[in-house]
C-alpha cells in the first residue's frame, strides 16, 4: 500500500478563497508530482519537484505555486481560488530514476470552486 | 510533451483481446502502464525501461520500442475487473532539462460478461 497522503479528500470554496492542498508522502523518495484531472480525462502534469528546494512547472499552465521545503511534503497553493480551478488534483510521488521509477499516487483532492 | 494513446474507448466481451497503444514525439526514458477505476488514484501495472524489453503481469504484458517512441499494452483473455481507463505514462527530459513523468489521454476499456 502506498504512503503518501492528500488532504482534504472534498473541497468546496468560494471565488476569490485562498487554499492549500496537502500532500505528505513517507517513503522517502525525491521526486513528486502534481497532476490535474477532469472527471474520466487526462492527467495533466502542472508541478514537479526533484529534490527539497527543487520545484518546476510541467505542461499545464496553472495558476498554482508549489514548495518543497520538505523531502516528504509537497502542498500547492492556489492564491485566488475560481471556478475555472475546479477539478480533481492527485499528487505522485517516486524514486529519482531507473527501474523503480514506479509513480505512486495519493487518492486525491477533488476541488470545487463555486 | 504529453503521449498519443489510441483508441481512446474499447468495448470487450470477457476473454477477447485488446491492444492499446502510445507514442510520444520525444524521446523515451522508460515507459509505465497504469490503470484508474472510476474515482480511485490510478494503480501501477508495469514499467519498460529503454532496451526494447517486453513485460508481462498474469495476462497484461507490454512491449517497448525507445527507436519508434512507441509501447503498447497486451490484455489477453481479459476479465471484468480490467474495466478501467489505461494511462501510458511517459519519462521524457522536460524543457528544464529536468525529467519528468507525462501521461497520455487515457483508454477507457470496458469489459462485459
Redesign the interface.
Known sequence: EADIYQTPRYLVIGTGKKITLECSQTMGHDKMYWYQQDPGMELHLIHYSYGVNSTEKGDLSSESTVSRIRTEHFPLTLESARPSHTSQYLCASSEYFGANTEAFFGQGTRLTVV | ??PVQSPQAVILREGEDAVINCSSSKAL??V?W?RQK?G?????LM?L?KGGEQKGHDKISASFNEKKQQSSLYLTASQLSYSG?Y?C?T?IL?D?G?????????T?LQVQP
Open positions: 510533451q504529453q526514458y522508460s509505465h497504469y472510476h480511485e488514484a490510478p494503480v501501477f514499467i525501461l481507463t494511462f505514462g519519462e522536460m528544464t529536468r525529467r519528468a513523468l507525462t501521461f497520455g489521454s487515457g477507457r
